[in-house]
């Protein structure tokens, strides 16, 4: 089993994730960081990718995606939050004890 990321390391995954993005300057990851803690890399890897196809989508619904000098406003922390709310973690508590039990259990490793 991975263990789910500490604070540093999902900071560290947001970095990375959001370097090509367009943020708000008003974005703070550290904030985002510890909100999205119990979540997995993977997870966060795709709350990312759904805020950026958020603002995409947006410039699409409002008729302006043709212009080619229009572009999709900045990611907000609003953005991360929305998603964060609809969104559950895909590893539970449960699956971890049954992991760190299964490996107490077995001594496997």
């Keep these: ?15 990375l994730y959001t370097e090509h993005l367009n943020l708000s300057s008003k974005v703070d990851l550290d904030e985002f960081a510890r909100l999205a803690g119990g979540f997995s890399g993977s997870d966060i890897r795709d709350i990312c990718q759904s805020a950026h196809l958020r ?17 999709p406003r900045p990611i907000t922390m609003d953005d991360f939050k929305g998603i964060l709310e609809d969104r559950k973690p895909s ?3 449960r699956v971890i004890s049954t992991y760190n039990e ?6 496997a490793l």
């Design 102 to 107: 299964w490996s107490e259990a077995f001594k």
């Design 55 to 71: 603002v995409i989508g947006e410039l699409f619904d409002s008729g302006k995606a043709s212009d080619k000098d229009a572009k």
């Design 91 to 93: 590893v539970s508590p």
């Design 1 to 15: 089993m991975v263990p789910l990321p500490d604070h540093a390391a999902r900071l560290n995954m947001l970095k």
